[in-house]
């Protein structure tokens, strides 16, 4: 900026002084023109020249200095190109001669013709003009030492004055762009201290930010700021999502563990009494007691294999639907009739629990169509409605919906429309302390109905991942004789809206 602006005051500083030099001249020039017109008014001498000029004119002639004629003014006569009569007047009004050399110089002006620039050795430069009158031709010259003074002395004023503004604009642009760059020196500072921070462990908080104020001072430092501030938000919640997800990991092995370590010791323990007996009747119920653990670890396992593929579906980069599952190895994708997937699985629960009494309630007799995998949906169903025999005394009503409900906030022919599932029950509430980690992995009820009924705590899990995976949505109300677990999937033709 500094070398800029020394640049512009350069040019504009040449461009006058050339324009006020030109300005000089052509007002000298015009006294000159004045001054060769008044010169041939004198009365020069007559005869031919003196033999020795040499500058020592006759000092009384009263033609050099002639009235009107400033002081300095040179004026010769040339007569048949010799100078007859050479001299100037000084200010005091002493009169001087010119040298040969310097008479040779006027004599070589072109008469008749503009002014021209003419050096008189020791009396400097001068501007003369050459005029013809009756033979004889007059020069008139006039000193160019006050006009370059003139010119000096402006160069000198626009040289100081363009040095002074030199220092004063470093100095003021100098304190302009560090205040100008203090915001952006406190971004670099937020960015430094997060580069501080152990990243590694993936369980520090990012809580450095560009301070409010100074995403106003610029564009340019608010669009660094912000931008700063969005990717330490984005680093930030990636931290958090791996720190859950490391965290999730471990309680998620430690839960299986803990689930297979109890079959697993029940296997171990009656392989050794059967290796040691010779009881038939014995090594049967052991038999029998082996196969039933190892069909309860069986399930374990298929449940957590289910688990991970469900999640390999919504997390590997593949949209949250059904269409994802068709990449994995053994699953299908084909429209699956909701509604006979829910009657078949109330007569099921009615077989298996009939010690609770199971109520249908279809809103349309047209069935409910959904797009999906008809394995993994009938899972989640049964799941339901296991979960509600579990989890309830004996005695307990359940209730299951199906029915077509619009898309809230739009119309149903334009947006389509959702089958709901709603299973619910008069049995006792769900603990408030449960319900927000119900549908976690692993999770159950304080009474521990689930243990003794065998089931491993991932059932609710699995209907979750599933209907998520479906682009749906399943929710649970508890209250004092009502729980109602609702479940939402598009419609057919709706999976582009999901």
Known sequence: MALLLVATNVVVGAVTVIAYREYLVGRLDAELATAAGRTPGGQPPSGPPPESSGGQQDPDNRFIGAPGQAADTVVAVLRDGAAVLAGYTDGAGEQHG????????LADVAPDATPTTVSLGSLGAYRAQAVTRGGDVFVTALPLGDLRASV???????????????????WALTLAVRRSLRPLERVASVASSVTALDLERGDADIAARVPSADLVVS?????????????????????????????????????????????????????????????????????????????????LVEELLLLARLDAATHDGAAPDAAALTARPGTVHEEVDLTATVVEAVMDARATAPDHRWMLQLADDRPLT?????????????????????????????VVSLQRVPRTGGDEAATGGLARLVVANDGPPIDAEVLPVL?????????????????????????RAVVTAHGGSVRVVSEPGRTAFTVDLPEVGDRSDA
Do not use: K, W
Request: charged letters at 20%; a positive charge.
């Open 219 to 299: 564009r340019e430092v608010g669009q660094v700021g912000t931008a700063l501030n969005r990717l330490l938000g984005h680093v930030g919640r990636a931290l958090t999502v791996r720190r859950d997800a490391e965290r999730g990991m471990r309680t998620f092995v430690a839960d299986a563990s803990h689930e297979l370590r109890t079959p697993i010791a029940t296997v171990r323990a009656y392989a050794e009494l059967s290796a040691g007996s010779q009881d038939v009747a014995a090594l049967q119920r052991n038999a029998e007691r082996i196969g039933r653990e190892a069909v309860r670890m069986g399930d």
């Open 370 to 398: 959904v797009s999906g995998d008809p394995g993994q949906l009938r899972r989640a169903v049964t799941n339901l409605l296991a979960n509600a025999r579990t989890h309830t005394p004996a005695g307990t009503t359940v």
């Open 98 to 105: 010119l040298s040969r050399a310097q008479e040779t110089v």
């Open 152 to 170: 000096v002395r402006l160069v000198v004023v626009i040289g100081s004055t363009t040095l002074l503004a030199l220092l004063v604009a470093a």
């Open 439 to 463: 549908f976690d992995r692993f999770t159950r009820g304080s009474s521990s109905r689930s243990r003794e009924h065998g089931t491993s705590g991932l059932g609710l899990a699995i209907v």
